[in-house]
């Protein structure tokens, strides 16, 4: 372990106890003060159940930060190699806040049967812990990556074997500010000549084989000279960021995670569709009674439309309900116009002037109107908010295995590729923003999703 990541990983905790403290503080100090911010006006009405400062101290900013401490531990933010660049680390301290924030709120409901004695300084706590740790901790790995490009702390690396390193790696290792690529040896004696009086950090195999003796040599060399040692998992070299290190017995193997929607993610995702969902179909309510109306007068019965689409796992499809924005027959129209499928590039059936659909379909599509009753099928959990596009059985026929990963996870009514240009992307352009979202998704990259969705419906960007 570098000494640098040492100080910088053990700085992060007194950095977030500081955040943490200061800013309990300063929201206790402004709702006391009741600070007008129009002279004349009062905005807030003047606190009546506030503790004293002793008291809030040693009953809220003591705990509070401690608390806070233990959340960011459980969510990894003080492992000592930085892996992850300062914006990354800042949306995982925003996740801390909001769990700091819900463990407190649930304290004081189930176990004190009291409410908080101010919501107001609850908020003002979680807005400003949420800006101080973030600042602090980008502010921390800011200044790390600006000493590693100085040459401070960076790792120093072989790589090893009868394999030379492929040209990707070589250029990873020299672009990468953390790593300086010293070159390669095939053998512990070439190792031992080249590098024996060097400081080497870290040794990468890139063909190890556990019957041989080699292998075993270079370990045994790595473990007395105290390096490292690493080694590619060919079988899962396109597949980087789900890889996890397990044990049988005390025998280690690597694993394969095809997404982090696993576990509590899966739970997580779940309760935010459920929550979201509901709230999106009552607040949407009076538009879904337009367009029931509008499809009722200018094309008739019936109302919605049911296209069956692959679901996850592509086990068995899934009713996905929308506004009928087409004829009654346009099924059965499909093969007659089969010819003017725009999208060659894929198994995707695509025409820009669909002549099939309404004139009150064309609108509904237009805003992406006819999408909204696939929030019933979140409700009922057969579609996610976010996530890959579900598309046609004999469309699915036609993926290759590489394009058949998007089905790792629960389809969704709206994803990456929906706000990086829709339709106007290229089928295999689509596949790769779908198994990005899948390998790194989070809870707030679906909060981006949505947010980026609303700009890109307005602008009608990619829309038929």
Known sequence: MKRIELLFGFLRVPADALAASCAMLLSFLLRERSIDLIPGVQLLEPPLSLPSLHSYIWTMVVPGTILFLGVAALLGLYAFRVTSGAWREVGVVCEASLLWLVLIIGWYFLVRKELFFSRIVLLQSIFFLTVFAGFGRGVLTLMH????????????????????????????????????YMGHVRTVAELHLRYGEEDVDLVLHTDPNPTNTETHTLIDECRSRHIDYAYLPPVFADAPHQLLVEHVGLMPIVRFRPTPLDGWGRIGKRMFDFLFGIALLLLLL????????????????PIFYISWRVGEGAKKAIPVLKFRSMVTDADTQKKA?????ERSDGPLFKVHNDPRVTSVGRFLRRWSLDELPQLCNVFLGQLSLVGPRPHLPEEVHRYTTYQRRVFAVKPGITGFAQISGRS???????????????????????????WRTIFVVLGRKGAD
């Open 145 to 180: 990556r600006a000493m590693l490009r100085r040459g401070i702390g960076i790792r120093r690396v072989v790589s090893f074997g009868s394999l030379a390193p492929t040209d990707y790696l070589v250029h990873t290792l020299h672009t990468d500010v953390r790593y300086r």
């Open 424 to 450: 106007d992307l290229s089928f295999e352009e689509e596949v790769r923003l779908d198994l990005q979202y899948i390998e790194e998704w989070s809870l707030l990259s679906d909060l981006w999703i949505l």
């Open 286 to 301: 009076p538009v879904f009674l337009v367009c029931i109306l509008l499809v009722l007068l200018f094309s008739g019965w």
């Open 337 to 341: 116009i089969a010819s003017m499928n």
